[in-house]
Structure formats: structure tokens, C-alpha cells
């Protein structure tokens, strides 16, 4: 049964998946001075995801914080405890730590989620946002991006190859060494690197042919279209195809009502005092500037497909839904709205796709290209 | 923005005052004036254009908070960033250059004014603030890597009245022709010293070099 997992219903036989990610902050309700506990924040993200799976949204990804706002450590138990309470949703991270978090770990705990959800776990890499970090764990944030490269490397090993002699700068030697469990069918994690704005990261995910996500929230699209067009460039300029057939994802940031003005009315007070733009531009300008849309689902809809006039066609485009203090309620029904659109919003991103255009990587397409490869050899 | 005239000498202002009319605009547009003339006195062109900080003030703010600017402040960093000379006038603020300016300065991207010929300046309501170019002015642009030319002008109200020797008009012309000099002499815009991210785009550093430095001793 182990490849049982995938599609039954053909869920996630698609050239895109489209799901949330969370940052997992407790923030304070600005319309009533209320912060959730941190219990409470633990479990509405559990209730969050499993919702997700129910209004028929493909993934959910947990961010990874090693500080208070954020309840966000430890994203491999939160992950698998969502996975089991889910049937089809697909697991990922937004992102995980590669910078700070030992490359041995980080292959254990992933391929054990791997045999745990019977494939359905992927992971987005990032050198994370919160200097102390490196220092907490033993790391030199000037290295982030040499320790990005080196540790990715060493993963990549630890899950390709049985028995690993490994030596390099930033942690201790190994010798014959075997990370277990094996990766799920001998086929390890699908990996996205997630960056804002380090062409070394574009370049990094080019090179070994992995996916490319962009946050897309909080900067001009103009950011992500750099990176991804260099990406594309690149994944290209390496052998592993044409540009357009290089794995891309992006965020999006997104609050609707069935009347625009009733949602920005809703959700300017959360804008305002949110942790990261907060007390800056206006919503206006900030709608303007940012991929961040406010309004009707219509708008949400025409917003997001748009994204593929600057970015190509894509394979996973994820919102940030259930931050900024935003009570569980309203993001539960932020999600009941985006499954009302949902079939409009495949239809469109299936709209003019051509057909070299790689499907979203999936365990199933990962078995299926092994195979196809084996049969040619 | 004017469509730039590679032939022409690009001279950028940046002033900080905060009234309209402001001392600090006064000594900005005496400075631009010398310069031009002294640029034009060495038989070149030049274009200058001004950068007024109070109408970017909320748009600097916001940069502060979401890490990127506005369009109008976008093209501000864009001339100061492309600029062969820079003026820079601050009022004395608390003993030193205005948050304003400083915050322009702030958000700019590193290794933007590496080379560029900066000419100093700073008003004030009493000669006794003007140390501030020498103890606050010139490490800032030091540590920005900018070469600031010998002559600083400050400006005391009482100067805007005074045509004695050594006035503000002779130091005006002074501190004009010294930035004149090191504008007009640069044939070629400043060598790349330090890769930047629009270095990166332009051509990326290919993977295999980024897994040699990450195993050797480079700090990346």
C-alpha cells in the first residue's frame, strides 16, 4: 500500500498545488488586545490544516522559529501529528532551518515523516531571518550561505547514498555512517529552496535541479520575478531542461470577503499592526507595492493568476492566511472562501499550460520518473 | 526622471532640510550653482539633479519597516547610486546630521558610494556646531567609502550675511572646484570593489565555485 497514498481521487494530479503556509506567530488581536496562548496557537494550527484538507487545498507548510512570538519549533512533530488526522493533504515546510539544523537530523526526521504519511511530506530549505539563531546554535551567521551549500550537500548524501564518509567545515566528520530510516521506496523528499533575495540560493536550487520557492508576501514582485528568472536561467544552464520546465513556487498573501470593502474594512486593523509591515505604508500602498491582495474572491482570483504573467507557469503557489493576530475563526472561514474558488483558480492556472510544462512533484511523480529512468537504462 | 546623458557629468544633491524655504536648500542650490560652473569651467557637461529628503520622509520610514522603497525613493537611491559626484547638505541636528539624512544614508545599498566623490555640508544657527563636519559628516562617508573632498562647508545663519574674506561664497567656490576636479577626472565609473547583489544577477557565481568556497575559508 505504500504507494497507495497519492491519488486516489487523482487529488494531486495536477500541474499546480495550491495550499497555505504559516509562520506560526502569537500575535495580539488588535480589534480586542486578546493574544492566544500558546497552547491555543498550537492546536488552532492543527485545526487550520486539517481545514485545509477539507476545503480541498493540497498542502500545508509550517515555518520554523526558534524564538517567542513564534510557536514554530519543532515542525517534524507538528508535521506528523497533522498527518495523521489528514488523508491526502501534502506536508511541507516554509521553511526549514538548513543553516542551523544538523543535516543528520533533518534526513532522519524527514524520511521518518516520509514512511509515517506514506509519502506525503516535502521540504522547502531557508537560511531563516533572526540573527541570534546562529549563535543559539552553535553557528556564524556570516557563513549563512556557505552553510547552506555544505549542509544541503551533506543531506543530499545521507539520503542518496546507504553508508556515508563525509568531512567537512561546519560539523563533525562522519564515518560509515547509515541515517536511518531509507527514505520512503529508495526516493527521497522533494526539495524546494526558498530565498528572497540570495541569487546563491537561486543558483544552489538550479544546480542539483530541486524546486525554487519565493515568499512573495512582504517585497515588490519584483523581487520574485529576478529570482525566478535567474532560477529558470539557470536550472536550464545545467542540463535539467528548458527554463519554463524548471519547479517554481511563490507565496501570497490574501484576505477576502464576498464585498471588497467589507474585507479591507476587516482587515486594516490587522495590517496596521502586523509584525513585519506594521505601522508602515497603508494598506493601499502596500496592496499596490506587494502581491498582498484585499478584497472580493474575484479579486483574490484574477490577483493569483496574474502571478503567472512575472513568474511563468508554476507548480505550487501557498497564502500566508493565519497570522497578525487574525482569531481562528475568521481564518477558518479565509479558508472556507478559498475553496469556493479553488476549482475556478486550477481552471485557471490549467488555462494555456503547456504540456512540457512539468506537473507539481509529488512522491508518486518522483517513483514515476525513477522508474522511467530505470526502464531507459 | 530626466532620461540620463551618458556624455554629461551626473552630479547628484542630497539636502535635508526641513522648512520651505530651509537655510540647508539655500546652501544645497549655492553648491550645485559652483559646481556646475567649475565642472563647466574644465570644458564638460554636467547634469545636476536634486534629491530633497522631506518629501521622501514618510516613504524613507516605510523603507525602514519593510525592508524596500517606494517608487519615488527607489529612483532617489537609483541617482545617488549611479552619481559621479554627491553633495550632501544636513542641518545640525542634536550636535550631528538630521535622522532624515542619516536614514537616507541607512537605506542605501552597501558599496553604493564606494569611489564616488562626496562634497560635505551642514547649516546650522551658530558656528558652533561646525565641527560636525569633521566629527560626524566625514567618518559616515568614510565608512560609506565615498572620497570627501578636503573642503567641508558649513553654514551659520550670521554667513548668509557676511561677504568677508573667508565668507561662505569663497568656501562655496573652493569645495565646488575641489569636487569638480575628482568628477570631471574620472574617465570611467568607479572599478567594482565588492560583488553586489545586482553583480550576482548579472552574472551568477556558478555552483561549483559556491561548493569550493563554502568547503575552503571564504565568509560568504
Known amino acids: 500500500m505504500a504507494t497507495d497514498w497519492s491519488d486516489k481521487e487523482g487529488k494531486h494530479d495536477m500541474g499546480i498545488q495550491i495550499g497555505i503556509f504559516s509562520v506560526g506567530d502569537v500575535t495580539a488581536d488588535p480589534t480586542t488586545g486578546r493574544t492566544p496562548s500558546e497552547h491555543e496557537r498550537i492546536k488552532a494550527t492543527v485545526a487550520i490544516a486539517k481545514k485545509a484538507e477539507d476545503v480541498g487545498l493540497d498542502v500545508f507548510a509550517t515555518g520554523e522559529h526558534h524564538n517567542p512570538p513564534f510557536i514554530a519549533s519543532n515542525p517534524t512533530a507538528t508535521l506528523a501529528y497533522i498527518g495523521a488526522q489528514t488523508e491526502t493533504l501534502l506536508l511541507s515546510t516554509a521553511t526549514t532551518l538548513i543553516t542551523t539544523t544538523d543535516p543528520v537530523l533533518i534526513a532522519e526526521d524527514y524520511a521518518k515523516i516520509q514512511h509515517l504519511t506514506d509519502g506525503r511530506v516535502d521540504l522547502m530549505l531557508g537560511r531563516g531571518n533572526t540573527g541570534p539563531v546562529y549563535p543559539w546554535f552553535g553557528k556564524d551567521i556570516r557563513q549563512g550561505i556557505n552553510l547552506a551549500i555544505e549542509n544541503y550537500a551533506l543531506l543530499r548524501r545521507l539520503w542518496s547514498e546507504d553508508v556515508v564518509d563525509w568531512e567537512g567545515r561546519f560539523r563533525t566528520p562522519l564515518q560509515g555512517y547509515a541515517s536511518t530510516p531509507r527514505p520512503l521506496d529508495g526516493v527521497a523528499p522533494f526539495v524546494w529552496h526558498g530565498s528572497i533575495r540570495s541569487p546563491e540560493i537561486a543558483e544552489q536550487a538550479a544546480y542539483y535541479g530541486d524546486g525554487y520557492f519565493h515568499n512573495h508576501i512582504f517585497w515588490p514582485a519584483s523581487h520574485a520575478a529576478q529570482m525566478v528568472q535567474l532560477y529558470r536561467d539557470r536550472f536550464a544552464h545545467y542540463g535539467h531542461g528548458t527554463p519554463e520546465q524548471a519547479i517554481v513556487g511563490l507565496g501570497g498573501q490574501i484576505f477576502m470577503r464576498k464585498n471588497s470593502q467589507d474585507a479591507i474594512n476587516e482587515f486594516r486593523p490587522y495590517f496596521d499592526n502586523a509584525p513585519v509591515y506594521g505601522h508602515g505604508p497603508s494598506l493601499e500602498d502596500f496592496t499596490s507595492q506587494t502581491p498582498l491582495t484585499v478584497g472580493s474572491p474575484q479579486q483574490v482570483l484574477e490577483r493569483t493568476l496574474s502571478f503567472r504573467e512575472y513568474a511563468g507557469d508554476y507548480q505550487r503557489q501557498l497564502f500566508l492566511v493565519d497570522h497578525a493576530g487574525l482569531p481562528l475563526k475568521t481564518v477558518l472561514e479565509q479558508l472556507d472562501l478559498l475553496g469556493e474558488i479553488l476549482p475556478a483558480m486550477r481552471a485557471g492556472f490549467a488555462e494555456g499550460r503547456p504540456a512540457d510544462v512539468p506537473d507539481a512533484p509529488t512522491h508518486a511523480s518522483a517513483l514515476a520518473a525513477r522508474e522511467k529512468e530505470e526502464v531507459t537504462v | ?220
Open chain 2, 1 to 220: 526622471m530626466t532620461p540620463i546623458n551618458r556624455d554629461h557629468r551626473r552630479v547628484v544633491i542630497v539636502s535635508a532640510g526641513l522648512s520651505v524655504p530651509s537655510s540647508t536648500r539655500l546652501l544645497a542650490d549655492n553648491l550645485g550653482a559652483a559646481t556646475a560652473r567649475a565642472i563647466a569651467a574644465r570644458g564638460e557637461e554636467v547634469d545636476i539633479q536634486h534629491v530633497e529628503l522631506r518629501p521622501l520622509a514618510h516613504a524613507l520610514a516605510d523603507h525602514l519597516l519593510t525592508g524596500f522603497p517606494a517608487t519615488e525613493l527607489a529612483a532617489a537611491l537609483d541617482a545617488v547610486s549611479h552619481a559621479e559626484g554627491v553633495i550632501v547638505v544636513t542641518p545640525v541636528f542634536s550636535a550631528s546630521y538630521s535622522g532624515l539624512f542619516k536614514t537616507f544614508f541607512d537605506v542605501l545599498e552597501p558599496g553604493a558610494l564606494d569611489g564616488t566623490p562626496v562634497l560635505v555640508a551642514a547649516t546650522a544657527g551658530t558656528a558652533r556646531h561646525s565641527l560636525v563636519l569633521d566629527h560626524a559628516l566625514r567618518p559616515l562617508f568614510a565608512y560609506l567609502r565615498a572620497v570627501v573632498v578636503p573642503t567641508g562647508v558649513f553654514a551659520a545663519s550670521e554667513d548668509f550675511g557676511s561677504t568677508a574674506d573667508g565668507s561662505l561664497d569663497k568656501r562655496v567656490e573652493r569645495a565646488a572646484s575641489e569636487l569638480a576636479v575628482l568628477v570631471s577626472g574620472a574617465t570611467a565609473p568607479a572599478p567594482a570593489l565588492r560583488r553586489t547583489p545586482a553583480d550576482e544577477f548579472a552574472a551568477p557565481t556558478p555552483f561549483e565555485q559556491l561548493l569550493r568556497e563554502a568547503g575552503g575559508d571564504a565568509v560568504r
